[in-house]
């Protein structure tokens, strides 16, 4: 089960000021005064799961292609950082196991999004849960997430005491019924996808709502105004500044 939940989860770090999945990313997030942080996996080529969110390699990184044709040895040559800042030169595509050392010395809570290369939801699953429950500390918090099923699948039969939160985008007529199947202890949704009735509904199965992703204090406000429990943000330090700023909804 989950015990706490926070406010406001850093997604892929502090996506708005390092670049995103980075160990930078991380740093920043803390920095910022996070309590938890977001971070998207995926396997090399050689079966190491490391922190992407793209299918390829163009937008965060100076290489190109999909990421599952590089080893591990090939995605560390390049830089995952100067596409966002010259400031941030010399960045790579952290591990897995880079980034929960990092994260367990930050102190901070963490959202594992498995996010496979299509076709390989059952191998990335598999890999990440190994190494999270050989590697993750009792006593900091752990969610896993995702989009696809089998993920969720594999993470509920390979270590069904990790909570799982079902990621949505555009919610399957069935939903609920999945969400019962895989056990999921939170609903991820879509927050611009979101009204009162919505998020009534989803917080009706008995399940927390957590909403990305959220950059902006107003909105915040009404998502929390409805029942979402937290949100996921590029800017958790400006944002929780912001709210903290503003009246209460
Ligand atoms: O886990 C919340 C959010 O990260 C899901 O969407 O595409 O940003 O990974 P995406
Ligand atoms: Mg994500």
């Excluded at 996996?41 to 793209?54: A, E």
């Excluded at 555009?170 to 199947?181: E, L, M, S, V």
Aim: charged fraction near 20%; aromatic fraction near 6%.
């Amino acid at each position: 089960m989950l015990s706490t939940l926070p406010r406001l989860i850093g997604h892929r770090g502090a996506k708005e000021s390092a670049p995103e999945n980075t160990l930078a990313s991380l740093r920043e997030a803390a920095r910022q005064g996070a309590a938890w942080v977001e971070v998207d996996v995926m396997l090399t080529r050689d079966r190491v799961p490391v922190l992407i969110h793209d299918d390829t390699l163009e937008r965060t990184t100076n290489g190109a292609g999909p990421v599952p044709d590089l080893t591990l040895a090939e995605l560390k040559a390049l830089d995952a950082g100067s596409w966002f800042d010259t400031r941030f030169a010399g960045e790579t595509v952290p591990t897995l196991e880079e980034a929960l050392g990092v994260i367990r010395k930050l102190g901070l809570g963490l959202n594992l999004e498995i996010k496979p290369y299509p076709g390989q939801e059952v191998p990335t699953a598999d890999v990440a849960l190994e190494l999270l429950t050989r590697l993750w500390p009792g006593g900091l918090p752990l969610l896993v997430s995702s989009f696809e099923v089998p993920c969720l699948e594999v993470a509920r039969d390979r270590a069904p005491e990790i909570p799982r939160g079902y990621l949505l985008w555009d919610p399957p007529a069935d939903w609920a019924a999945i969400a019962d199947r895989i056990g999921a202890a939170t609903l991820n949704v879509h927050q611009d996808r979101q009204t009162a009735e919505s998020v009534a509904a989803y917080r009706a199965t008995g399940r927390p709502v957590l909403a990305y992703t959220v950059n902006d204090a107003a909105r915040a406000r009404t998502l929390f105004s409805w029942g979402v429990a937290g949100l996921f943000t590029d800017a958790p330090g400006r944002l929780a500044a912001e709210l903290a700023a503003g009246t209460p909804p």
